[in-house]
């Protein structure tokens, strides 16, 4: 490594300050940071020290969604050979899924990464981390036929929208990966729904239809899948929304980094289970009569629940305020895949409403403390 760091540190001379290329500087500082430890670590004054930081946050985030998106690609190549009737032995379908995913991937950082460099040679600061994770999350949760020029546009909007127009990194009130997911389905609504969009190539034969669950139930049909399938991931969808096991696999990672927080999942959880029991007391359509735990394998709803909602920057800070950020998240998710035929996924809308009263939760749950508060000084 020392090897490695002198080498970079004479590339990196033109980039210093008084140097040719001192403008850019932020440019090569990105890469710096990602590859090295910071040289600037605080040694005396009265600081935290720490050996975690925003860059080592977002790598463990990084690794917690390994899992989903190896998998997502081996899906990718299953659903598309099983449904043609041809092989799916694991290696052709990791191939094919690669082929098919790491273009998606690749845009998405090559856009996005090069927005954040120019904001911060323009505004003249550091690049931050944050979007190492939004620009995997972004190819995770789209279909695998989204157009890539289509895919970009959708990063342009989410950077520049969702994050830069409120100040960059850590300010953002929305999550960037589902803004770009907002943006595509509202802008480009046929290449983000229907029954031809989740298997590859599938457009462009007659014979194979790639409609995911929630959509057979929307239509008044019954799940062709079952539920070990559900679990395992072995369902048409999003990439990397398709794997519960995978999926929990990275919560696991989340939880024991305390990276994720396990109060947001569990809300979710539990809000997304009381909705699917009324529901299921009702029974008034087939996505109604759809069991309750059966709702929590399908969609969208535990990669949302695992990796969404739990955002430290968009969703609530507070220990109770988290309770109930994730029930309602839960509560209104499947309420809105039931309600809501046209669209039979609804956690992506539930988050994005629930980042707006992120806030709000947490502004009453600390108001609460102080009146409790207030009330015992009295008392004493």
Not at 51 to 73: C, E, H, N, S, Y
Request: proline letters at 4%.
């Amino acid at each position: 490594m020392d090897f490695l760091r002198k080498k970079f540190d004479e590339i990196r001379k033109p980039f210093n300050p008084g140097g040719k290329f001192e403008k850019f500087a932020p440019a090569i500082n990105s890469i710096d940071t990602l590859m090295f430890v910071p040289k600037h670590n605080t040694h005396k004054g009265a600081h935290i020290r720490d050996g975690v930081d925003l860059k080592r946050v977002m790598v463990t985030v990084i690794f917690a969604l390994l899992p989903a998106m190896l998998f997502g690609m081996y899906n990718l190549g299953y659903q598309h050979f099983s449904q043609l009737g041809e092989s799916t032995a694991f290696l052709d379908c990791m191939i094919f899924g690669a082929w098919k995913f790491l273009p998606m991937l690749l845009v998405s950082y090559g856009v996005g990464l090069a927005i954040e460099i120019g904001f911060a040679i323009y505004n003249k600061h550091e690049v931050n981390e944050g979007y190492l994770v939004s620009g995997m999350l972004i190819p995770l949760i789209m279909p695998v036929d989204f157009p890539l020029w289509m895919l970009a546009v959708s990063v342009v909007f989410a950077v520049f929208i969702g994050k830069e127009a409120f100040g960059g990194t850590g300010m953002n009130i929305f999550n960037p990966a589902l803004i770009a997911r907002a943006f595509a389905f509202f802008s480009y609504a046929p290449q983000m729904s229907g029954d031809k969009v989740w298997v590859a190539d599938a457009s462009t034969i007659d014979a194979v239809s790639g409609e995911t669950i929630l959509g057979q139930l929307a239509a008044g049909a019954e799940s062709s899948w079952s539920v070990l399938d559900m679990f395992l991931g072995y369902i048409p969808g999003s990439v990397g929304e398709t794997s519960v096991l995978a999926i929990l696999i990275g919560a696991a990672i989340l939880i024991a980094t305390g990276v994720g927080s396990w109060k947001i999942m569990t809300g979710v959880v539990i809000g997304g289970a009381a909705m699917g029991l009324i529901f299921n007391a009702l029974g008034l359509n087939a996505l109604m009569e759809f069991p309750w735990w059966q709702h929590l394998l399908v969609g969208g709803f535990a990669f949302g629940a695992v990796f969404m909602a739990t955002d430290p920057v968009s969703g609530a800070q507070t220990e109770k305020g988290k309770w109930i950020y994730g029930i309602l998240i839960g509560f209104f998710a499947i309420m809105i895949r039931v309600f809501n035929g046209a669209y039979p996924e609804g956690m992506m809308m539930a988050i994005l409403l629930m980042n707006v009263f992120a806030p709000t939760v947490d502004h009453y749950v600390i108001a609460g403390n102080i009146k409790k508060r207030k009330k015992r000084l009295k008392a004493a």
